[in-house]
């Protein structure tokens, strides 16, 4: 069953650091979507993406945030200056189209010191 | 904003036993989709319901999309303890491109 990937599986930064997270879609899915997880809370909705460009966005998502597709494979999720609280597990999730069943890939865990 | 929340936060129950989880919108949802997290793992996807007053079935879970299409629920018959994780319940945005998870209830089966 097609699956979807992210790397890396842990990040640890400093505070103040930039990250990247990458997730590669279901190949024949055309909605991405961002979401954390701080332990033991719920999955927070953090971004929507189709057709090269952000559908929307939550109250988390500032302009910290920064999500592209830059070759047509990678998603990936910038986080520009990492602060404490974006410490989380982050997942990804692809989708064929609206309404239908959201894969969530694996979850890259960032800590951040 | 939109909030989904579900009860009981946490639920032990022995093996053998029922369990049900209940989520209720502020919003009216065009669908309700739930979803199965393993201690340590992703989100799965296990059900999408769309119709007010929908039931489904799948095995021994039971899935109800409320007649307001404001609430849901998850009826688990007989737990096993492969049913051990967190169940949430997750809805769209009126737009579609936003999609909000409930508080989730956490399941443990004592064997």
């Known amino acids: 069953e097609p699956e979807v990937t992210q790397t890396p599986s842990h990040q640890v930064t400093q505070m103040g650091q930039e990250v990247i997270l990458r997730c590669v879609p279901i190949?024949?899915?055309?909605?991405f979507y961002w979401y954390r997880q701080i332990l033991g809370q719920k999955v927070e909705f953090l971004v929507s993406f189709y057709n090269n460009e952000i559908s929307e966005k939550s109250e988390i998502f500032d302009d910290q945030f920064s999500v592209e597709r830059p070759d047509g494979s990678n998603f990936t999720l910038k986080i520009r200056s990492t602060k404490l609280e974006d410490s989380a597990m982050y997942f990804c999730?692809?989708?064929?189209?609206?309404?239908?069943?959201?894969?969530f890939g694996p979850g890259t865990r960032l800590t951040v010191t | 904003g939109q909030q989904v929340m579900q009860i009981p936060q946490y639920q032990h129950v022995q093996e053998g036993e029922d369990f049900t989880t209940y989520c209720n919108s502020s919003t009216t949802l065009s669908n309700i989709q739930w979803y199965k997290q393993r201690p340590g793992g992703h989100p799965v996807f296990l059900i999408q319901?769309?119709?007010?007053?929908e039931v489904k079935k799948q095995k021994r879970l039971t899935f109800q999309f409320g007649e307001a299409k404001k609430n849901s629920s998850l009826h688990i018959t007989a737990t096993q303890t492969t049913d051990v994780g967190t169940y949430f319940c997750a809805g769209p945005s009126n737009t579609g491109n936003q999609f909000y998870f409930g508080t989730g209830t956490s399941l443990t089966v004592i064997p």
């Open positions: 999730a692809t989708e064929r189209a609206p309404g239908y069943e959201q894969y």
């Open positions: 190949s024949n899915h055309l909605y």
């Open positions: 319901l769309v119709k007010s007053g």
